[in-house]
């Protein structure tokens, strides 16, 4: 039996012969009784599959096409079009461990770099490989996350090349349609398969906390990452782990941040360093014959002069990788932004659907165990204002509850209860939208417990103009908010 159709056999006979072929292969690998047909098999998959996207990519790279290219990569997408169809009709026969090699192609084979009917086909066949074996459900689910995310090399885009991938600095990130038309296959087979088997948001919630993309890589990365799990919390496959997909959106966002802030801290201290390294020392007296000098007999390594190099680094050299770290930390602040941007106009979706509460929920919770611990981001200040802009006394209430709790209580921290103080005071001074009530109630708390504490000082004989500020912060930070408010 043959993979390719003997000549003069019109298309159905083909297409048979094929699906028969397919079968064949799979079982005889599967029964350990022949491999010859199930190599010529994988060969031919992993041919068709590496030219189909190589000429997916060639094709949008040349401006006019020669006729010939593009009738034979026609031909090959139909080719595989056509097998991918034949093993989704064998899909009982496929073992996990048999047909290894088999199974490793189609996840390689994405749905980005290939024509629209070639991702429908690859995405028949992997669901129908989790409708037939239960098993394979985790493998279907890693296949689909992954293909949230396009290459990253950019040659999936129109007249793309490998030296235009990322987004200039400071532009807005613009999504393709051919992004989204990617999201919206790989989407309908994750709603297949969460109708299919529901248990299987248990595993799919881990997949898609892992698979956020690193904080270095792209801009489509991470954007279109984020378009495709905000879909998938709003629609009614994800509805039961919407506030989780939400909460690992927030954190992922907050890793961006954190790399940013670091990116920023090592460019600056290489600022410092190179203007320290090379800063010019006025002439003064000849050295004395007792002053160090270096290994190579130069006494002038003290103070940088004679030289335009420091431990061997040119200033030239020095700035361009200041430049660089500036570079990559503008490129990280662009992602930010359009993460946020993603981030406001999902959160107005879930507000407009009427899921205050549950976000509200949410974010206080994210605040209580995440962010206040470290009081070093700023990201969720924009998401409580974006909140109280919404629904400003059922805002104010949840979140002056959670921080002045916080701030007065015993129990906690004192790293926590400053930070509440800090998010405290920059919301009581900045929120527009803020009821006068509850401003005046807010104040009026922490003003009855600074008068409370000093009233307990008083008691124990303290000395008031000897209070150490470090024994006191929390006290002090408390009158900050007030004055500051």
Known sequence: MELHAPVGVDTWQADRLLKKYVKRALVL??????DEMYQQLLARMVDLSQNVQAHHV????????????ENSWEREQEGLCKLLDAMAKAVEHVDEEKHMELVHALARLGCWNVPTKVAQAHLHLIVELAACQAQQVPFVLQVLVRNFVPPLDGTWKDN????????????????????????????????????????????????????????EQNQDAHCYYLCGVMQLAESNAGKQIRARILAAILENILHIEFHMNWQVFEMEEDEWD??????????????????????????????????????????????????????????????????????????????????????????????????????CFRIVHYVVFLLGCHSPARTCECFHNLLLKGML????????????ACYLASYLARAAFLPVLQLVGVLGSLCNWCIAYLDQLEKKGSNFPELKLSNHLVFYSCCHCILYS
């Open 29 to 34: 690998r599967k029964e350990g009784e022949q």
């Open 58 to 69: 060639w094709i949008h790279e040349m401006e006019e096409p020669s006729n010939g290219k």
């Open 160 to 215: 793309s090349s490998q030296e235009d991938v990322e987004t200039n600095v400071g532009e807005a990130w613009v999504p393709q349609p051919h992004g989204f038309r990617v999201l919206e296959l790989v989407l309908n087979k994750v709603h297949e398969i969460v109708e299919m088997d529901p248990s299987s948001l248990g595993i799919l919630l881990p997949m898609l906390n892992n698979q956020f993309p690193h904080p």
């Open 274 to 375: 190179t203007e320290d390294a090379h800063m010019q020392v006025p002439d003064g007296p000849d050295r004395s014959e007792d002053e160090p000098i270096d290994e190579t007999g130069n006494c002038n390594f003290l103070d940088g002069r004679g030289s335009d190099k420091i431990n061997g680094t040119s200033k030239k050299d020095t700035r361009d990788t200041v430049h660089d770290q500036k570079r990559l930390a503008l490129a990280t602040a662009d992602k930010l932004d359009s993460a946020m941007e993603l981030l406001f106009a999902h959160l107005l979706r879930q507000l407009h659907a009427g899921h205050l509460e549950e976000l509200l929920q949410l974010i206080t919770q994210f605040m209580k165990h995440t962010v206040l611990p470290t009081r």
């Open 409 to 420: 209580s015993e129990d906690s921290p004192r790293e926590t209860r400053l930070s509440c």
